[in-house]
């Protein structure tokens, strides 16, 4: 086995990367406008981060319905494809490789984003946790148990959102399968108690992603196209680990193989699972020997730490979110040892430059 280091390049397909260095999704908030496009603002936050491996762009809504946070960006319109154009420039013409990740939050929106409309589900299960609206935090609703017609629906939007990404100019499409929205929902049985041919058995529950993949890659290149996944998702959206959690993605990350993949992102677990029980607390060591495409992992990784996952072989490249969002020029920076600086929470989700586009790069 050929060991590499984060500074190694890297190739996903025809595609190559500088280095195994890529910027975790991170939701900002800054698409401020009636179209939730993105803006000049977003493709400077992007341009100043190029020097990533592959930068995979925020969560960005598939279709209107698919919405659950404030001021998101969208890939539906036409407005917001040609949005996004201002940052795929940007992000080439400084030398950078971008994906955007395609986002359905199901059950994780409110009335408030969705026109009075309930917000959809595999099954009419409230996840009971607090919902940040334009309006302020509330309560989540009990959302709407989806009908095939709407599960096909979702699937052609994600098909179409892949097509409007490639026409955007993207070089690829990351699928937020995981930490607890849409997808997430249908692999768990927590969220997904329907009878019907998507729910019950992993299979069943898994059949919407792969429904999916089948659909994309008819309107784009499979080996443009990475999958996300958290498998040991605790607590998060309302979701918990139980007896069936592994066995599902177990049976999904294997049968991942049948496709040649961009990547696979997987993250290790949010919160402390040690004791909890059937969790698996090392995510890369297990699903490492079963997925053979390339692997990505995250969270919670420092150069050192992910220098040492790649160095066992664990995994072929390591995002970075928070320390993304503070150092613009973070590959530099774990090149020549520098300090990091730390980014400042109270601005993660607000509008404007502040806290988005100040953060300075060091003199190189
Ligand atoms: C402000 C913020 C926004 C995030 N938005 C997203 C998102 O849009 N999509 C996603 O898959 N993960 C999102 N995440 C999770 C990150 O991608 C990443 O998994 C997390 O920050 C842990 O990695 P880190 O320890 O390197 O920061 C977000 C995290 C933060 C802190």
Request: net charge neutral.
């Amino acid at each position: 086995m050929t060991k590499h280091t984060l500074f190694d390049p890297c190739q996903l397909g025809d595609l190559s990367l500088s280095s195994r260095i890529v910027m975790a999704p991170l939701t900002r908030g800054r698409a401020a406008n009636n179209e939730n496009k993105a803006n000049d603002l977003i493709a400077e936050y992007y341009r100043q981060r190029a020097t990533a491996g592959l930068l995979i762009t925020e969560g960005s809504q598939i279709s209107r319905r698919a919405v659950g946070y404030h001021n998101t960006p969208g890939i539906y319109s036409k407005a917001q494809i040609e949005g996004w154009k201002l940052t795929t420039r940007a992000v080439h013409q400084a030398g950078g490789k971008i994906f955007i990740q395609l986002w359905h939050v199901g059950r994780i929106s409110h009335p408030d984003y969705l026109q009075g409309l309930r917000p959809l589900a595999p099954s009419a299960i409230d996840p009971k946790i607090t919902i940040r609206t334009p309006n302020g935090k509330k309560p989540s609703v009990l959302p709407q148990e989806m009908t095939q017609l709407e599960i096909h629906q979702v699937v052609a939007d994600f098909a179409q959102a892949g097509a409007n990404a490639m026409e955007a100019g993207f070089d690829g499409v990351e699928i937020h399968a995981s930490n607890g929205y849409l997808l997430h929902q249908f692999f768990a049985p927590a969220s997904n108690i329907r009878m019907d041919e998507y729910g019950g058995n992993p299979e069943n529950r898994s059949r919407i992603l792969f429904e999916l993949l089948d659909a994309l890659t008819q309107k784009m290149p499979v080996n443009r196209i990475g999958v996300r996944l958290n498998p040991s998702a605790h607590e998060i959206q309302g979701l918990n680990i139980t007896k069936d959690t592994l066995p599902t993605f177990d049976y999904l990350i294997d049968r991942m193989n049948d496709y040649p993949l961009a990547f696979l992102h997987l993250s290790e677990p949010y919160t402390n699972v040690k004791d909890v029980p059937h969790s698996e607390p090392e995510i890369a060591r297990r699903y490492r020997p079963i997925y053979k495409g390339n692997l990505m992992i995250n969270r919670g990784f420092t150069a050192e730490t992910a220098m040492k996952v790649l160095d066992e072989g664990l995994a072929d490249l390591v995002a970075f979110g928070v320390p993304f969002i503070a150092n613009p020029d973070l590959v530099y920076r774990m090149q020549n040892n520098l300090p990091l600086a730390i980014a400042e929470p109270s601005t993660y989700y607000t509008p404007g430059a502040a806290g988005y586009t100040d953060y300075p790069a060091l003199d190189q």
